[in-house]
Structures are given as C-alpha cells and as structure tokens.
C-alpha cells in the first residue's frame, strides 16, 4: 500500500527530502506522494522514512492503494530498472 499525506501536513519539506524514490512532491498547499513510485521504502529501508521524520504524523496508508509486499518488491524493482 502506497502512503498519502492527510490535511495535517504543516508543508514543512522533511519527508521530501527523505524519500529514496522521490515520490514526495510539492502541493498547494499539501505535499502529495505518487503513489505510482511509493514503495513504503521497501527496497530501502524496513520502515517508510517519511513516517519517521513527520513532525505532525500527516502521512497514514492510502486505502485507495492497497498493494502487498510483493507489489511494493516488484515495483522497486521496476524504478530501479527505469533509472
């Protein structure tokens, strides 16, 4: 399951920064993450560095994106292909 930012993100930039696939970007006025290169840092890390460092806790799954961790393998897998 990819992850989203909810309506209490502060835009204070700590989880773009985080993101090892660049899926964070820059809304108005949330940051919003591409669920299309949300890994949840499989691949990475063993837990999604964005949640870490959220000062508020604005980023929660997406419900609207479930995937297994074998979806999120095979999807680290294509990013790192692409690169």
């Known amino acids: 399951m990819s992850l989203?930012?909810?309506?209490e993100c502060i835009a204070?930039?700590?989880c773009r920064e985080e993101?090892?696939?660049e899926?964070?970007?820059e809304g108005d006025p949330l940051y919003i993450i591409d669920?299309?290169?949300?890994?949840e840092c499989v691949g990475h890390y063993d837990e999604p560095s964005c949640v870490?460092?959220?000062p508020v806790?604005?980023?929660i799954p997406d419900p609207d994106n479930v995937e297994s961790v074998e979806e999120l393998k095979y999807?680290?897998?294509q990013l790192q292909e692409g690169e």
């Open 4 to 7: 989203l930012i909810n309506d």
């Open 12 to 14: 204070c930039d700590a």
């Open 19 to 21: 993101c090892p696939n």
């Open 23 to 25: 899926a964070i970007d």
């Open 35 to 39: 669920p299309d290169r949300c890994t």
């Open 52 to 54: 870490g460092v959220c």
């Open 57 to 59: 806790d604005a980023i």
């Open 75 to 77: 999807k680290f897998d």
